[in-house]
């Protein structure tokens, strides 16, 4: 019954968003606020939300790029709320997502960054040519490393990409340590699992990154920032 009120509520917010976003209507004000009012939804039935570290965004003023692990569908939709209004992002997404019905209308509007998961060569050109522009325009990119979303987080998974983009851009790599395994991955339609409450959800933003030399050091970086954040949530 859960699952079933929380899918049921949030597909209604994003067929309405989708429908003004389809008229350009739909602000990015508006996309932080209903990424907040569904995290209010997952709170209401019972799940503890945990959002750590967004004073390390306090005085970065320049765009950046935001480097987190992939677990579900639920960060897609919240992670502008989680981050904030302050900073305008875009997503480098999964090509196919675009034409998913009302929801790729409101990808879309974001501009994301399409990429398609077959050619690793050609995906890295699209990211960094696509990711420098949005950059440039002062909207800061998130990037998912993982090619898939995994429950458990594996570093051999976790590609350099947003640290390469950091870096050519010059701009500050920002590591998101995520749990949010509390929205599962559905066997039928892989993006409405079942909502577990009994499960934390959690978003750990770090430190600011300036990357130097090839960006292997900062990679690690990140990488350890994840691991140990999620230790916190797990115990």
């Known amino acids: 019954m859960i699952t079933l009120t929380i899918h049921t509520n949030v597909i ?3 067929i309405l968003s989708a429908i003004k976003a389809n008229k350009g209507k739909y602000s990015y004000e ?3 606020i209903d990424g907040l009012k569904i995290l209010d939804m997952i709170r209401n039935v019972g799940c503890k939300i945990t959002i750590t570290g967004k004073e390390n965004l306090k005085n970065l003023k320049s765009p950046c790029v935001f480097i987190a692990n992939h677990m579900s569908t639920l960060e897609t939709l919240v992670l502008p709320g989680v981050i ?3 900073f305008r992002v875009t997503f480098v997404v999964k090509k196919s997502l675009l034409n998913y019905p009302f929801f790729g209308k409101i990808l879309s509007a974001l501009n994301p960054i ?3 998961r077959k050619n690793p060569r050609e995906d890295y050109k699209v990211v960094i040519t ?3 522009k949005r950059l440039q325009e002062g909207i800061s990119v998130i990037v998912f490393p993982q090619a898939t979303r995994e429950i458990i987080f594996d570093p051999i998974k976790f590609n350099t990409l947003g640290i390469k983009l950091a870096k050519k851009a010059h701009v500050p790599a920002v590591p998101i340590a995520l749990r949010t395994d509390a929205w599962g991955i559905g066997k039928i339609f892989k993006d409405f699992g079942k909502i577990d409450p009994s499960k934390p959800v959690c978003f ?5 990154l300036y990357v130097e030399n090839k960006g292997l050091k900062e990679h690690m970086q990140v990488i350890q ?4 954040s999620l230790k916190k949530c797990y115990n």
């Open 12 to 14: 209604k917010k994003i």
């Open 30 to 32: 508006e996309l932080v």
């Open 84 to 86: 904030g209004k302050e």
């Open 114 to 116: 399409p990429v398609t």
């Open 130 to 132: 696509e990711g420098l």
């Open 204 to 208: 750990f933003i770090g430190s600011p």
């Open 225 to 228: 920032f994840i691991e140990n």
